[in-house]
C-alpha cells in the first residue's frame, strides 16, 4: 500500500508540474515545516519532557493551537504523550521519539542544505578573517 500511495504522490506531483531530477532538492517534511510543529519538536529535542504548559508558554500559542499540532505530531509517532494527575490536576507530558528526532535531523539537515545552496561561495565566511 506504501508504493501505491508513493505512486499516486508522484502522479500528482508530475500532474503540477513538479518534477525531481538527480541532484534537485526534494520537498521539506511539510508536518514538522509549520511554525508551531517545528517549536515542539525543537523544545523536546532540547529537553527530555515538557508539559503541555511548557509547550505552551515557549511557543506563545493557545491550548487549542498546540492541542492541534501536538494531535498532529503524536499521529505521525513524532512525539509521545504521557497523561497523568497530578493531586486532581490533569498533567500532560510530551516527549521527542526516535522517529520524531530522526525527522528533525533531517529536516535541518535539508535546511543547511537549502542555505548553502543559497548563498553564493563568495558570502560563505564573508565577516570572517583568515
Same mark, same amino acid.
Given at each position: 500500500?506504501?508504493?501505491?500511495? +508513493?505512486?499516486?504522490?508522484?502522479? /500528482? !506531483?508530475?500532474? =503540477? &508540474? #513538479? %518534477?525531481?531530477?538527480?541532484?534537485?532538492?526534494?520537498? +521539506?517534511?511539510?508536518?514538522?515545516? /509549520? !511554525?508551531?510543529? =517545528? &517549536? #515542539? %519538536?525543537?523544545?523536546?529535542?532540547?529537553?527530555?519532557? +515538557?508539559?503541555?504548559?511548557?509547550?505552551? !508558554?515557549?511557543?506563545?500559542?493557545?491550548?487549542?493551537?498546540?492541542?492541534?499540532?501536538?494531535?498532529?505530531?503524536?499521529?505521525?509517532?513524532?512525539?509521545?504523550?504521557?497523561?497523568?494527575?497530578?493531586?486532581?490536576?490533569?498533567?500532560?507530558?510530551?516527549?521527542?521519539?526516535?522517529?520524531?528526532?530522526?525527522?528533525?535531523?533531517?529536516?535541518?539537515?535539508?535546511?543547511?542544505?537549502?542555505?548553502?545552496?543559497?548563498?553564493?561561495?563568495?558570502?560563505?565566511?564573508?565577516?570572517?578573517?583568515?
Amino acid at each position: 500500500m506504501a508504493k501505491s500511495n +508513493l505512486a499516486k504522490q508522484n502522479i /500528482e !506531483r508530475a500532474s =503540477l &508540474g #513538479i %518534477v525531481e531530477t538527480p541532484g534537485s532538492i526534494p520537498d +521539506l517534511d511539510r508536518l514538522i515545516h /509549520e !511554525r508551531i510543529r =517545528l &517549536g #515542539i %519538536v525543537s523544545a523536546l529535542a532540547a529537553n527530555s519532557t +515538557l508539559t503541555f504548559n511548557d509547550l505552551k !508558554r515557549l511557543l506563545k500559542t493557545t491550548d487549542g493551537n498546540l492541542s492541534v499540532h501536538a494531535r498532529k505530531l503524536e499521529e505521525a509517532k513524532y512525539i509521545d504523550c504521557a497523561k497523568s494527575f497530578e493531586g486532581r490536576m490533569p498533567k500532560t507530558e510530551y516527549s521527542l521519539t526516535a522517529t520524531g528526532r530522526k525527522a528533525l535531523n533531517k529536516y535541518l539537515d535539508h535546511m543547511e542544505a537549502l542555505i548553502g545552496a543559497m548563498r553564493p561561495d563568495s558570502d560563505r565566511g564573508a565577516g570572517h578573517s583568515a
